[in-house]
């Protein structure tokens, strides 16, 4: 069964590939590894996760405006997620989004945190604002 979730484009585009999701927001300055893509804040749930070539699904940003550097570290590293979906839009996550250049979808009528599991296969088209979710769990 295929889930739609509508919202508000913020990096125009198209991308499709498996999801990564995580319930906390993420640290840019510090939290991640732009060299690898891996997250590397060591109380965070995906600790040592790579997120490299997914959809990474996450509330949004945390900590200060060095976040956008380092996620545009990853375009410029060729490390970068495939696309964002993020649950609460803040400038820190705009600016990281923009910099990233990667297709990018918040506001969403529903919750994808909620919704979309780690795995299930995510397409994203922020041009139209319409995030599309294959399940792969049971």
Do not use: C, N
Request: proline share 5%; hydrophobic share 40%; glycine share 14%.
């Amino acid at each position: 069964m295929t889930i739609t979730l509508t919202g508000r484009g913020i990096v125009p585009g198209r991308a499709t590939g498996e999801a990564l999701v995580s319930h906390e927001t993420i640290s840019g300055w510090g939290g991640i590894d732009p060299e690898s893509g891996t997250i590397i804040e060591r109380r965070h749930e995906l600790y040592g996760v790579r997120f490299t070539g997914k959809v990474l699904v996450f509330p949004g940003a945390k900590g200060s405006s060095g976040w956008s550097g380092f996620f545009q570290a990853t375009r410029l590293l060729g490390t970068a997620p495939l696309a964002m979906v993020f649950t609460t839009l803040s400038t820190k996550s705009a600016l990281g989004a923009v910099v990233t250049r990667v297709p990018t979808i918040t506001d969403l009528d529903r919750d994808p945190v909620t919704l979309i599991h780690t795995g299930d296969r995510v397409t994203v088209d922020a041009d139209r604002g319409i995030v599309t979710v294959t399940p792969t769990h049971v």
